[in-house]
């Protein structure tokens, strides 16, 4: 928890440093940079601006600091440098999922070295110790992102200085034509602001979904989500020697791995009525793709998957339409599903200890209707088959330090540790009346009538049909565990723009695999959108996108398709698609390198200077820098050099 001493007066100046120590839960690299070097340190509390003492308008509040929510700010800034710009955090820190409180020893990204940045400032390699296979340990994400907010400046602010730490959004309402937003800070202060235009940033993992357990109470010990993880003392304490994790998801399997290599001994739960365990792939590439990250983004590959995000064309026809199409598309799915099981080897691993090939998945990898994520650890197997009991069994109650299963076998721990997910559809800050207008997710029963909830039944069955008739292999999906269908779906213009207020807009609320990539070119969008520069189709056209869009999600991804927000296997298709309705090209290389040549931040180096010339701003010149404070090199992507692509290597790649 964090601790904030409000100072209720301004400081004198010889000691106004001091308050840069006075917010809770600060990191403690913070605390020893601001011992080290007061003025130059930064933290979460400018004493210019308490409570009550905020600017009371603004042209653009951004709530959220994580990857989605720097992007669109930086964006803004770039464009509006002298707008009125604020971004409000409710954590102590920066980067979200990737911030310094939820790191933990053992937590590496799924994004490899040279994807994991912004198009506009390099990330210096990770010593070596902390890569395997080009992917690396979070805390390198975390530090790159603390600098990316201090090298980005606009009238004399840097991005930095623009967030407010410890801001718990309460309500966002809109009264006439402008935004009013509330906030509480850490001792309950509140705050109210004007503004503008409002980008929300929280993405889907900013609230935890903790199961409730009959006989919580009487349990005894800590239960701790994926969340809190990083904060908490399970991995040093001496007094916690039995773990239990809850979850068959990646965040379970993180906690599962740093519990084991930390000297625990571990029990693993994947509840028997959900969907099971996730799939954990491979990192290996194959051909000229040094791995898997770099043969999920290329645009090839993602043809592979039937998406109405991907071109129409006679390749996507072929391969979908067509009875040898389908049969290849198998092979390739039947192939990495293969390497994937061959990997885990469940049922014939040495040594495994009993359980372990309960960790088997129980739908094909095509389908992604468990959470799972790539095998970025060189030892993950081998530790979890040797060193964790695993239980495929709910719990049914908790007694005294003893979790109980429907079995009636009865598991002694220390401490629980929750890797169940998320609330994707956390808008708690809207009233409900505001939630159904803006198009997002709420509950069934708040629907204002039954004529709006049938018009767009109608329109996601007759979007079904048309799915169906153009992916046919989406009508046979293998017998699955569903998840029932509690609230409506995101009803968003491409994942981010409501249908009836052109004054706010949703980042980070897509899915997909590239996470940086995705920020940036939905960053571009959200500003075009919201500086209506954009020539939006139809609103009956946006309906019908909309509906195709849930109808297909629903039938590709199954259980995690139902808020028609999920595409994983189509980043780039994804990202194409809105910087093709801005009008901005830059990012493209040409058709054979666009189609073969994995994407890289440095694809999207020009889009700023596109989308200034498109729009006839005037901008003046800016250098881009890398964290070494050296300019970034020109717009080649710095891979090409290696991408000599021949029909031997590609063949080798489909059929081996």
Known sequence: MCKLHVVKTPPEPNVGWILRLCVLSLHPDHITRALKDPIASHSPVDWKLLPGMYPQEFDLVVVGAGIAGIAAARFYQEIHPDGRLVVLERDTCLGGVWNARRSFEGFWTQWTVGKGEFSDLSMLRPPEEDIYHEFFKAKHTTQYLENYVDQHSHAGQTLRDRIRFCCTVSSIRKADSKWVISWKDISGN???????????????????????????????????HHYEFGQSAVLSSAEIRNVTVVGGSKSAADMVLASVKAGKNVSWIIRRSGAGPGWFVSHKGKGPYRNVVEIGSARFFSTFSPSILNPENWLTRFLHGTKWGATLVDAIWGGATHQALEAADYDGRPRAKLGFGDLKPHTPLFWQNAAGGILNQPDFWENIA????????????????????????????????????????????????????????????????????????????????????????????????????????????????????????????????????????????????????????????????????????????????????????????????????????????????????????????GLKDEYLEKFHRHMPESKDMNASGAPLSGGKSVMSSRWVLSLRDLLHFMFK
């Open 386 to 605: 040797k060193n964790v009991s695993i239980f495929h069994n709910d719990i049914v109650e908790l007694d005294e330090h003893i979790v109980r299963l429907k079995d009636g076998e009865d598991i002694a721990t220390d401490v629980i540790l929750c890797g169940t997910g998320w609330n994707p559809n956390d808008f708690s800050f809207f009233d409900t009346d505001l939630l159904v207008r803006l198009g997002l997710p709420h509950s069934l029963k708040d629907v204002p009538s039954s004529k709006e909830a049938e018009r767009w039944a109608q329109l996601e069955r007759q979007a079904d049909e048309k799915v169906l008739k153009q992916f046919p292999l989406l009508a046979s999906p293998p017998h699955h565990f569903y998840e029932p269908i509690r609230t409506t779906a995101y009803r968003l213009y491409n994942g981010i723009a409501p249908l009836n207020d052109d004054s706010i807009a949703f980042v980070g609320y897509t899915l997909y695999s590239n996470h940086f990539r995705g920020a940036e070119c939905q960053a571009v969008w959200a500003i075009a959108y919201l500086d209506k520069q954009l020539k939006l189709p139809s609103l009956e056209d946006q309906q019908l996108e909309i509906a195709r869009q849930v109808a297909w999600c629903r039938r590709r991804y199954l259980s995690h398709g139902v808020g028609g927000n999920f595409v994983p296997f189509e980043s780039e298709a994804y990202t194409d698609k809105i910087l093709a309705e801005i009008g901005l090209s830059s990012h493209r290389k040409g058709f054979l390198r666009d189609l073969f040549i994995p994407t890289g931040p440095r694809d999207l180096v």
């Open 190 to 224: 509140s705050t109210v602001v004007h503004a503008n235009k409002v980008i929300v940033a929280c993405g889907v993992t900013s609230t935890p979904n903790i199961p409730k357990f009959i006989g919580e109470k009487k349990f005894g010990a800590p239960l701790i």
